[in-house]
């Protein structure tokens, strides 16, 4: 069995949200996340953007970006699409894996249901 490398500060930056929408706003809600998916294909730092239904309701998204500045130029470039999504979902939770940058540090000190994990093992 091979042993893996053991991870570096040059690792990906993974997310993993998961959004509660309400009945009446899943159609705005989707539409919003196709546009995203649309742009985020377009951002050359965005190495992964899906979304995927679940349960009615129950939508998760996971993100990979190649590091704290794509991960910023994406937010910066989307925040009118993101601010909509937040607004149309009743509850989120987002688990964020790698080293972000200050930004994003400091909007997750601030947002209830979002999680930082920064220091590999």
Do not use: C, K
Not at 71 to 76: F, K, L, P
Not at 87 to 114: F, K, P, Q, T
Request: aromatic share 10%.
């Amino acid at each position: 069995m091979t042993t893996p490398a053991p991870l570096s500060e040059d690792t990906t930056i993974v997310s993993h949200a998961r959004f509660a929408v309400p009945e009446q706003s899943r159609a705005d809600f989707e539409r919003v996340v196709a546009e995203l998916v649309a742009r985020a294909e377009q951002e050359p730092g965005t190495l992964t953007y899906r979304f995927f239904r679940g349960a009615p309701g129950d939508y998760a998204a996971v993100e990979e970006y190649a590091d704290a500045e794509a991960v910023d130029t994406h937010q910066a470039a989307n925040q009118d699409l993101l601010a909509r999504a937040f607004e149309y979902a009743d509850e989120y939770w987002i688990n964020v894996h790698g080293a972000v940058g200050s930004e994003i540090r400091e909007w997750a000190r601030d947002a209830a249901g979002v999680n930082l994990f920064e220091d590999p093992l």
